[in-house]
């Protein structure tokens, strides 16, 4: 079965600092992985995915990712933190069924300070 | 254009009595899911329907949970009993029929429930 770990609960940083948060995944198949944002009393918002075109994966709002296999990362990075970007973020790793079924890493909380 | 709306937002109730959650997805989207999301713990998915039928059922307690989407729009979320144990927000999402196998999901708010 797939998996993904997020290694921080909590990140904290300063505004104009950068931003990374920490995934490996687990998966016995070419993986479909994807980052999610959930702000304060919003929905999830997909912020960007992986399906094997580019490792490099630009997402909204200047977030970006890199997949590498040899370390089953999918790490989520930002140069610079806005105030915006505090909220929760969760590494997905998708199962190869039909329909994909997405399974959610226990998420990251950001914190950004002024 | 309208997001996906879920009902009632948050409710409280005692153990061992029923609640039920709406959700109406976004207009033409084919695919609908339900997620349960315990705090601290990512979403975990309890339902996959494709139109009105049920793709993937596998995580849903079938002996207290239930779900329908008549008419594929619209869908409702029942528990009964509750358990202590189900106190978490409950995600509705839906997504295009030809989205579906892209993992793009579009979510709605939850509707955070309470069981004492």
């Known amino acids: 079965a797939q998996s993904v770990t997020q290694l921080d609960s909590h990140v904290s940083v300063s505004e104009g600092t950068p931003v990374l948060l920490r995934c490996n995944y687990s998966?016995?198949?070419?993986?479909?992985l994807f980052w999610y944002v959930q702000h304060p009393n919003k929905g999830l918002q997909l912020l960007l995915k992986y399906t094997s075109a580019a490792t490099l994966v630009k997402g909204i709002n200047g977030f970006e990712a890199e997949f590498k296999k040899s370390e089953t990362s999918f790490h989520l990075t930002k140069p610079s933190a806005h105030m915006s970007d505090a909220a929760e973020y969760f590494c997905v790793v998708s199962e190869p069924t039909g329909f994909q079924k997405l399974v959610f890493g226990t998420g990251t909380r950001l914190l950004v300070s002024p | 254009e309208a997001g996906v709306a879920q009902s009632p937002r948050y409710k409280i109730i005692e153990k061992r009595q029923s609640v039920a959650f709406w959700c109406n997805p976004i207009s033409g989207h084919a695919t609908l899911y339900w997620y349960q999301q315990i705090l601290g713990q990512g979403p975990k998915l309890l339902i996959q329907f494709q139109n009105n039928g049920v793709v993937d059922d596998s995580q849903l307690p079938k002996d207290r949970f239930s779900a329908e989407r008549l008419k594929g729009v619209d869908s409702t979320l029942k528990i009964q009993p509750a358990k202590l144990e189900d106190s978490a927000v409950y995600l509705c999402?839906?997504?295009?029929?030809?989205?579906?196998?892209?993992?793009?999901?579009?979510f709605g708010e939850g509707s955070r429930l309470t069981v004492l």
């Open positions: 999402a839906s997504t295009p029929y030809d989205r579906a196998a892209t993992g793009e999901l579009f």
């Open positions: 998966s016995s198949y070419s993986p479909s």
